[in-house]
């Protein structure tokens, strides 16, 4: 392949040049000075120059859990211990915390950025955030857990190589958090493809370093998630205490946790194997965010590349509009860099394309090859509640559009996938079943999408576009 230095890159210009009126003298002249990119493309190999890095393994993960589990405690203090935020950052939290004598949240803050949040004690959105061990680079993708916030989880979960399930060992509270969100969330990103789950229990401080309750959850959640689907060697639990500190990065020093011989969470996450993105593939990106840094700046875009390579120059699509863009600039973790590949968290930014043509949950994708809109797909979907044929919302990450079941094909077997009954009229909560999805608007959607179905304000199934 025939690699060139661009030599001079044009600066795009703030005004519009000009463009030669169309006639038939100059019509060709016309063409080629429109399709003359703004930005060269060094036209990289990028699959080969990405195979010639030695880099440290990358995993996104996304926590789960009901609402009091103590998830944002355990993050922050993991964020802590492996050195993410530093002394000072966290003794402010600390003081702050006290004076409105809520101290044990101070870790949680690590997470909550904003003083809503804080005041109310709960997480509500996404927070992205990395920390690195000496074997991998993490990100968390944060999961709220108040019900109403399902849609933030869900674009979450949708961009996971695995879940992390925070338990509250305390008596009382995991029962609760059984009958509350922990079984909802896991048969969720079960259902929309994640495979590896490690299961923090955790408040084991609370809880006495009992064995018996540590032995009696386990037993209790292995049954379940495995009846979800999930393999028993890809399932590990990890007894902790995230207010403590104890077998997140050290190993618990109480004496009454001496039985305890298993992994800490920081080596269990190790443990995730390299995920192995489609870097061959067409490029596909669903859009978190646009913005624009100021007015002379160029339009940006963020998101984790699903599939496929990105360099600077090269042309894009965004669906479903079909404008087509160019990337004039991009960054990997917020580094400058020539180009980007399949697992990796960007921000993009485009010339050449309106604002009003991008939004978020739109997908950007190869101009050569771009994903089709679509307004009927057939998915392969678990069921949480009642199904009929029936209004429902399609999620996708963050694309979100209304449309309805129009047929239930099959119901089909959890493990084999082989097909049980034909069109039933109706399936019962925790079914497996094929079915045909018609949307209001078409929207870029293709095989094997994770996507959620909703209906008033309840997740009532999710799965994979077929
Ligand atoms: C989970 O189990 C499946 C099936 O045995 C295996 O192919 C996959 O690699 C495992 N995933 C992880 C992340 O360990
Ligand atoms: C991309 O755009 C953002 C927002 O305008 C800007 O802050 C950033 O520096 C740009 N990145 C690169 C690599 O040019």
Redesign the pocket.
């Known amino acids: 392949m025939a690699v060139y230095q661009a030599t001079a890159t044009p600066k795009p210009k703030a005004k519009e040049t000009p463009k030669p009126k169309a006639s038939l003298a100059n019509g060709v002249q016309s063409l080629s000075i429109q399709e003359t990119p703004k930005v060269k493309s060094k036209n990289i190999d990028v699959i080969s120059e990405f195979k010639k890095i030695k880099r440290k393994n990358a995993a996104n993960f996304v926590v789960i859990g009901h609402v009091d589990a103590g998830k944002s405690t355990l993050m922050g203090r993991l964020l802590f211990d492996l050195k993410a935020v530093d002394q000072r950052t966290m003794d402010k939290y600390r003081k702050e915390a006290e004076n409105i004598g809520k101290g044990s949240f101070a870790f949680a803050w690590v997470l909550d950025q904003g003083t809503e949040e804080r005041a109310r004690g709960v997480t509500i959105d996404i927070a992205t955030n990395k920390f690195e061990t000496d074997k991998t680079s993490f990100t968390i993708l944060d999961a709220p857990g108040h019900r109403d916030f399902v849609p933030n989880m869900i674009a979450g979960a949708s961009q996971a190589d695995f879940a992390v399930l925070v338990i509250d060992a305390s008596t009382g509270n995991f029962e609760s958090g059984l009958r509350g969100q922990t079984k909802e969330h896991a048969l969720l990103v079960r259902s929309i493809g994640v495979q590896r789950i490690i299961v923090a229990v955790n408040k084991m401080d609370v809880a006495e370093w009992s064995h018996a309750r540590f032995e009696e959850i386990r037993q209790q959640m292995s049954g379940f998630l495995t009846g979800a689907g999930f393999q028993p060697k890809n399932i590990s639990f990890v007894p902790c205490s995230g207010l403590g500190g104890d077998n997140i990065l050290r190993r618990s020093s109480d004496p009454r946790s001496s039985w305890y011989k298993g992994a800490t969470l920081v080596e269990d996450l190790d443990l995730s194997e390299p995920s192995t993105h489609a870097l061959d593939k067409p490029l596909r990106m669903t859009i978190n965010d646009v ?4 007015v002379q ?2 339009l ?1 875009v963020s998101g984790r590349l699903e599939s496929g390579t990105v360099q600077i120059g090269e042309q894009v699509m965004i669906m479903p509009s079909g404008e087509k863009a160019q990337i ?4 990997v973790d917020d580094e ?2 020539e180009w980007a590949v399949a697992g990796q968290n960007v ?1 993009l ?1 485009l010339t050449d394309i309106d604002a009003i043509h991008i939004k978020t949950g739109d997908a950007l994708c190869s101009a050569t090859a771009p994903i089709r809109n679509v307004r009927e797909f057939k998915a392969k979907i678990l069921a949480f509640d009642h199904l009929t044929p029936m209004n429902i919302d399609v999620h996708k990450g963050r694309l979100h559009v209304p449309g309805r079941i129009s047929q239930l094909v099959a119901t089909l077997d959890k493990a084999s996938g082989a097909v049980l009954k034909k069109k039933p009229k109706i399936v019962q909560p925790g079914t497996v079943v094929r079915v045909v999805v018609q949307l209001d608007e078409a929207v870029p959607l293709e095989a094997p999408s994770r996507v959620v179905l909703r209906s008033n304000g309840e997740t009532v199934a999710a799965g994979l576009v077929e």
């Open positions: 913005f624009r840094g100021g700046n160029p940006s004039r600039s991009l960054e400058p860099q921000v930014n």
